[in-house]
């Protein structure tokens, strides 16, 4: 048996008697006690999360060159060329030549000659490896440098911004302007350099936080002094999938196109950017990406159950128990036809039972977008 790794923060979790699970070949924790609970402090006050399985790569080239851009126009699905001003970050996939997702990812630029990912955890060798194909066989001479010097704390609701700032005030100055889906490295910070990024998977306002791994328990233990609440994958989950935003390895993966998986919003297509997987892409999409709620009692949405629809068969891919909604939520992969408004049947053991499909997020910002 392969030893799991471990996340600098990884004692904390033990301390704290978390229920701990094999996620991706890390042992993380999956809640700390109520999951509920967890759940309902992102929602309502702040929660935290240790993210540090996930991977940060820089990516430099030439002083002043624009070859990290190039390299990125043709190794992501999104257009880089929106980023513009410092900080910026975009949303991509990366894919293979048949179109499928080889990873979701976040691109931080900085310079033109300085861009920063954030992979997922079970992707990140492959990843990396992918990437440094690229690199060679394009010739873009790139420095590629996974920061595994980094741990990554994400603090999540709608009182995280305050906390942050009262656990971290020398943060504050940097960040306290700073806009959805931007970021500051703050050099300057009791932890040392800091990257501080208004970002989340949660459905919720917060900010991800970048910082030199000896530093994480103490700003882990200054967050949880003022009332940060640390919260598992298990909330995690139920957030995010609330919040409609999918999850790599579940509701795609590299044999599904991000044109199947509600990613068409993540690929630029009008340039003349040959990206990897571009000529694979088909225009016309023969599947919808949907949210389900369950109508019925008997049951609870579940990845893989069978959605029975008059346009044909389809399948959920993530499903829960929505604790913000208290009903039975789902992403589900359907025939095109299918549209918000349409009920549909989900086969749950020996039931076909009714659920209604509509339009993604399921909630935001605290507030039900569905009912």
């Known amino acids: 048996m392969t030893d799991l790794k471990h996340t600098p923060l990884h004692p904390q979790h ?16 999956v809640n700390y006690g109520s999951q509920i609970d967890e759940h309902r402090a992102v929602r309502t006050d702040a929660g935290m999360f240790d993210v540090s399985h996930m991977c940060v790569v820089d990516l430099t080239g030439p002083t002043g060159s624009d070859a990290v851009r190039r390299f990125l126009h043709k190794a992501v699905a999104n257009n880089v060329d929106k980023l513009t001003t410092p900080g910026k970050a975009l949303y991509s996939c990366m894919l293979n ?40 066989d394009g010739g873009f001479g790139l420095t590629l440098t996974p920061r595994r010097d980094f741990a990554l704390i994400a603090v999540q609701g709608p009182n995280a911004r305050a906390k942050v700032w009262e656990a971290l005030p020398s943060v504050r100055a ?33 900010f991800e936080i970048a910082l030199p791994v000896d530093h994480a328990a103490a700003l882990w233990q200054a967050l949880e002094a003022v009332g940060v609440r640390p919260a598992g994958l298990g909330a995690r989950d139920t957030l995010r999938l609330e919040a409609g935003m999918n999850l790599y390895g579940q509701d795609m993966d590299d ?69 913000s909604l208290q009903q039975s939520i789902a992403f589900a992969r359907v025939p095109a036809g299918v549209v918000a408004g349409d009920v549909v049947k989900v086969q749950i053991r020996d039931k076909a039972l009714s659920a209604s499909v509509v339009k993604l997020p399921f909630v935001r910002n605290g507030k039900a977008l569905v009912s």
């Open 97 to 136: 030549p048949q179109g499928g997702v080889i990873d979701d990812l976040i691109i931080y630029f900085f310079r033109d000659d300085f861009f920063r990912l954030a992979v997922n955890a079970a992707t990140a060798d492959k990843d990396i490896a992918w990437l440094e194909g690229l690199n060679a």
């Open 174 to 206: 940097v960040t306290e302007n700073l806009k959805p889906f931007n970021a500051a490295v703050i050099a300057d910070t009791p932890f040392g350099e800091t990257m501080v990024a208004r970002t989340g998977y949660t459905g919720e306002d917060g």
């Open 255 to 323: 044999t599904v196109s991000p044109l199947d998986a509600g990613l068409a919003w993540t690929v630029e297509l009008a340039s003349e950017r040959d990206f990897v997987g571009k000529a694979a892409l088909r225009p016309d999409a023969t599947q919808s990406f949907v949210g389900l709620i369950l109508r019925e009692a008997g049951g609870v949405l579940r990845a893989h159950q069978k959605v029975i629809t008059a346009h044909g068969d389809g399948e959920i891919t993530s499903g829960t128990f929505s604790p």
């Open 14 to 29: 033990r301390a704290a008697n978390a229920r701990m699970v094999d996620f991706g070949g890390w042992d993380m924790p």
